[in-house]
T-cell receptor
Framework: DVKVTQSSRYLVKRTGEKVFLECVQD?????MFWYRQDPGLGLRLIYF???????EKGDIPEGYSVSREKKERFSLILESASTNQTSMYLC???????????????FGPGTRLTVT | GQQVMQIPQYQHVQEGEDFTTYCNSS?????IQWYKQRPGGHPVFLIQ???SGEVKKQKRLTFQFGEAKKNSSLHITATQTTDVGTYFC???????????WGAGTKLIIKP
């Protein structure tokens, strides 16, 4: 089974702190994603990566950056946390997708981040 | 902004009643995927539809993809308590590989 793990289930940080969220997958997937989930808004893509050191902005990249130095690991960084970044953060991975053969995404358990 | 509209946001049913959620996209999708998120859990993939007009069944769940590949539905027959959760549709844009997610429909079973 694919396993996607995230470094913390719950995290409380202060405004202005630098926050690192780590995600690791064990199935050699090429694609990795970071989403945030807020009630009534579904999942919104922050960044994704289709290869080591490659990254693409999603729909809401402002205030976030990412790092992918190894294939199995994808980090989300909040350079200066703000209260409006309080949310559930979900990491996902998938095999490389083509338009003809897209693959499903496998999710980690999520990190509930509270910024006070 | 969000380009896949999913309705309703919530649906309360008695156990044994049917449940349906609908997704509509403003643009043509190359495929649509459905996920289920149990309370306190993370989204889990259910199924993918790729062909125009495709219908797939998984036991009591029926998934449809519209002829124009702009809409989709999930129908659950005779709901059970194990069906509780939020159901999300997510479609790939034809132009790129990004999944666009609906806001989800939360299925609530009335006690």
């Amino acid at each position: 089974d694919v396993k996607v793990t995230q470094s913390s289930r719950y995290l409380v940080k202060r405004t202005g702190e630098k926050v690192f969220l780590e995600c690791v997958q064990d199935m050699d997937h090429e694609n990795m994603f970071w989403y945030r989930q807020d009630p009534g808004l579904g999942l919104r893509l922050i960044y994704f990566s289709y290869d080591v050191k490659m990254k693409e902005k999603g729909d809401i990249p402002e205030g976030y950056s990412v790092s992918r130095e190894k294939k199995e690991r994808f980090s989300l960084i909040l350079e200066s946390a703000s209260t409006n970044q309080t949310s559930m953060y979900l990491c996902a991975s998938s095999l490389w997708a083509s338009r003809q053969a897209p693959y499903e995404q496998y999710f980690g358990p999520g990190t509930r981040l509270t910024v006070t | 902004g969000q380009q896949v509209m999913q309705i309703p946001q919530y649906q309360h049913v008695q156990e044994g009643e049917d449940f349906t959620t609908y997704c509509n996209s403003s643009t043509t999708l190359s495929n649509i995927q459905w996920y289920k998120q149990r309370p306190g859990g993370h989204p889990v993939f259910l199924i993918q539809l790729v062909k125009s007009g495709e219908v797939k069944k998984q036991k009591r769940l029926t998934f449809q993809f519209g002829e124009a590949k702009k809409n989709s539905s999930l129908h659950i027959t005779a709901t059970q308590t194990t069906d509780v959760g939020t159901y999300f549709c997510a479609g790939h844009r034809v132009s790129n590989y990004q999944l666009i997610w609906g806001a989800g429909t939360k299925l609530i079973i009335k006690p």
